[in-house]
């Protein structure tokens, strides 16, 4: 393969400003990368020149020499930064110094180059610095969209299916209505909640969260309700249940179609008499609790089956607030991708990450059973994971999605075999720990030590590796 074609050109065609008071040197250069590189020209014969030609156009890279009479490449370089800072910007020279090379990188140059030149190779670092502002560009469009579009409350999006949902949760925030959060799984019904809370006259204090399903029964009722002391074995002391703590508050069940049927029976006078009554205490206690659940089952099918209380479903479901799929809002993928990535890239230092719009398209084809999670996991694995400071299709191979992609072992090894032998191995080790550790803390529920367990390593040396690729048991639970 010929240099010159390593990089896939766009489609559409980009504008290169080129500037040199050698007007060989700029019929060359037009005629070499209006047919190499499928972009359009712009030609300057100085400084101040090119200086008149930005006002009229918006080039996506300027390629510009450095010793011109009237305005030299390097304040040029400055000037084109003050005014577009996403212009990518190369330096030619046949006088070179490796001091002015190293002044012109740090002042926002993406390369630097000694003439004479390999034609291939400026056709290359075109390409790429081609690439690099269509990046750039799509980057801060995305973020702009965020930051005009975007719901307040954590929300990311402005597709009318979320615009409807968070409607709703902003009409009934600032009412005592208990609220049925419903919708598939990962697709932010604790987030709602939240929303409901943080936008009601309760703000002021903590809500109140039980995952429903990871408490054994008799453990539930006396986390709930609470206890006094000596009402069962091992009962030292009162205990304040979680109702108790939610006193003038909002108390969210989560998932709370597993909630054992005799709980439910006690949940529901909660609801209807709005008082608690600890295990071992005869009296009952008025509480002020706003009750919001929420479920990813089908509540109506486990009535039928006896499994769910149906007058406990009635005063659950005072308004119901059902959370949009990511297949009915997939206009709002690439501003949840964004989201993502600026908040991972922030998290494990890659400040100049971007994702190519390739792969950004191949991740709004996709189907995501798993919702908006499953979407930020993928992203957070290929932040954690990309060897390159661009995200490509072939970096998303690594998330496990059951559906067929357009990803396959070979675009992987050509990822990899553009590294040396000692970072492809590096990169294979780290890729290798980060699933390895990933796929057993999602088994245990983010608990490090059944963890470290099951794979025979110290929960210290297991938690090493965990810190070693940013990663946190948090994510998991």
């Keep these: 393969m010929n240099k010159s074609e390593s ?34 020209t712009i ?11 930005l006002e009229k156009h918006k080039p996506d890279v300027v390629v510009t020499d450095i010793k011109m009479p009237d305005l030299d490449g390097l304040l040029l370089l400055k ?66 969209q965020l930051d005009d579009l975007a719901l307040p409350h954590s929300f990311v999006g402005q597709s009318p299916a979320l615009r409807k949902t968070f409607d709703l949760i902003a009409r009934i925030a600032d009412s005592d209505a208990t609220v049925l959060i419903r919708g598939e799984s990962g697709t932010g019904k604790e987030l709602a909640a939240r929303a409901l809370h943080d936008l009601s006259n309760r703000k002021q204090h903590r809500m109140i969260t039980v995952n429903c399903p990871a408490l054994p029964e008799q453990i539930l009722e006396s986390e709930l309700f609470g206890y006094c002391r000596g009402a069962f074995t091992g009962a030292t002391h009162d205990k304040k249940g979680l109702f108790l703590a939610a006193d003038k508050s909002t108390i969210l069940l989560d998932e709370v179609a597993d909630i054992p049927v005799a709980i439910q029976t006690k949940l529901l006078r909660v609801l209807q008499e709005k008082e608690i009554q600890p295990l071992g205490q005869n009296n009952t206690m008025k509480i002020d609790v706003r009750v919001v659940a929420s479920t990813n089952q089908d509540l109506e099918a486990k009535i039928v089956a006896g499994e769910f209380r149906a007058d406990l479903f009635y005063r659950l479901n005072v308004v119901t607030v059902t959370m949009p799929s990511l297949r009915d809002m997939r206009e709002d993928i690439p501003l949840l991708v964004h989201h993502f990535l600026e908040r991972y890239k922030s998290e494990h230092n890659r400040p100049d990450l971007m994702i190519e719009p390739e792969a950004l398209q191949m991740l709004c084809r996709q189907e995501w059973p798993g919702n908006v999670r499953e979407l930020e996991h993928t992203v957070k694995r290929a932040v954690l994971l990309a060897p390159a400071n661009i995200l490509r299709v072939a970096d998303f191979c690594q998330a496990e999605q059951k559906q067929e992609t357009s990803c396959s072992v070979e675009d992987r090894m050509e ?14 080790i780290r890729e290798f720990s980060i699933n390895y550790l990933t796929r057993l803390l999602s088994t245990h529920g983010g608990n490090v030590t059944a963890a470290a367990r099951e794979c025979g390593l110290e929960r210290q040396a297991f938690q090493r590796i965990m810190r070693r690729y940013g990663i946190t048991s948090n994510d998991f639970r």
């Design 7 to 40: 990089l896939p050109v766009p489609d559409d065609k980009q504008l290169v400003m080129l500037v040199d008071d050698e007007p060989d040197m700029l019929h060359m250069l037009k005629l070499v990368l209006s047919r190499q590189c499928n972009c359009d």
């Design 79 to 144: 000037k084109i930064m003050e005014l577009d800072s996403t212009i990518s910007v190369i330096i030619m020279t046949g006088y070179g110094t490796i001091e002015m090379a190293v002044q012109a990188l740090k002042d926002g140059a993406y390369d630097f180059l000694q003439k004479p030149f390999d034609k291939d190779h400026i056709i290359r670092v075109v390409r790429h610095c081609l690439e690099r502002t269509r990046l750039l560009r799509d980057n801060y469009r995305l973020q702009e």
């Design 43 to 53: 030609l300057a014969t100085s400084g101040r020149n090119a200086l008149k030609e």
């Design 415 to 428: 990822s990899l075999c553009k590294l040396s032998y000692n970072d492809a191995k590096a990169e294979i």
